[in-house]
């Protein structure tokens, strides 16, 4: 999960150079597309075939939607605000995957974990509002988080439907049929776009980050979190995206996109504290049996 973080990151920066030069639809459709070819090279070459894999095959397309929605929004979030902004928004996503894990697995969180997770949730909300007490308070925020707030809602519930929908699929085999799933429904969905797009016009930087998405953010990404998730609660999996605030601002400083004001850096540090936190504690209390 911490690799998950540190690639996760990076899609944000290169997102953000990407978005103003093609629709989100097309951008992630050809993404999923070679994740899909990479994905299944590995599977060939290690699990192998089995029909039994696709037993339930809805379960993929379940999973795919939530994270061909994901993606989508995030692309198209970044079109109207900035990288540092929607990092922030994905921090919400512990939060919102603790939930989803009691609704989903009836995972309680301990109230030291749900303490944690309360505080990382604030030192994100801070970093959205950029350290704004009336913004705040008025609840000020942007379309482009609003929209990418709904995407992080899916990815949040897609964590905690791995070890429920895994029907003893290995991770990549499982890994595989959700790509491939998401890949068709975003297909379908971005059809309009894909065909209006001038893909030869393109300038380099939409094909740097395609190759980047396709290869360390979706095949790679897609299989951290899924092996991570058999073995891990939902929301300590999720905590690790606390990181991603702190990493997209290095990665916006470093590239000359400029660094944060220093108000900004309180809410960063908070949610680092969430993730510590977190990290030292054991995770959610076992699931209550039914009566």
């Not at 599977?43 to 929605?69: K, N, S």
């Not at 009836?106 to 604030?122: D, E, M, N, T």
């Not at 029907?167 to 085999?173: A, I, N, S, W």
């Not at 990181?243 to 916006?252: A, D, G, T």
Request: glycine share 10%; aromatic share 14%; proline share 5%.
């Amino acid at each position: 999960m911490l690799a998950f973080a540190t690639l996760i990151s990076g899609s944000f920066s290169l997102g953000g150079l990407a978005a103003p030069h093609i629709d989100p639809a097309a951008i992630n459709a050809v993404r999923f597309a070679l994740a899909v070819i990479v994905m299944a090279v590995f599977v060939a070459r290690t699990a192998g075939w089995d029909r039994r894999h696709l037993e339930a095959p809805w379960r993929y397309l379940v999973m795919g939607g939530l994270l061909g929605t994901y993606f989508v929004l995030m692309f198209r979030a970044l079109q109207v605000t900035d990288p540092v902004s929607t990092g922030a928004v994905f921090t919400l996503t512990p939060l919102m995957s603790a939930g989803f894990g009691r609704l989903f697995q009836r995972q309680v969180s301990r109230p030291f974990v749900l303490l944690a997770l309360l505080i990382g949730g604030a030192g994100a909300v801070w970093v959205i509002f950029r350290g704004d007490v009336s913004a705040m308070l008025a609840f000020d925020m942007g379309y482009g988080e609003r929209i990418f707030l709904i995407g992080c809602a899916c990815h949040a519930a897609y964590t905690p439907l791995v070890p429920k929908f895994n029907r003893g699929e290995p991770v990549m085999v499982f890994t595989l049929w959700t790509l491939v799933a998401a890949c068709a429904l975003i297909a379908l969905y971005g059809w309009p776009a894909i065909a209006a797009t001038d893909w030869f016009a393109l300038p380099a930087i939409v094909w740097i980050t395609v190759a980047y998405l396709a290869i360390f953010t979706t095949a790679l990404t897609f299989f951290l979190v899924q092996f991570a998730a058999m073995r891990l609660p939902a929301g300590k999996v999720m905590a690790y995206g606390y990181l991603v605030p702190s990493f997209v601002i290095l990665w916006e400083g470093l590239s000359g996109r400029g660094w944060v004001a220093a108000q900004v850096w309180l809410g960063v540090a908070a949610t680092i504290a969430a993730l510590i936190m977190l990290l030292r504690e054991g995770g959610p209390m076992p699931a209550r049996r039914r009566t």
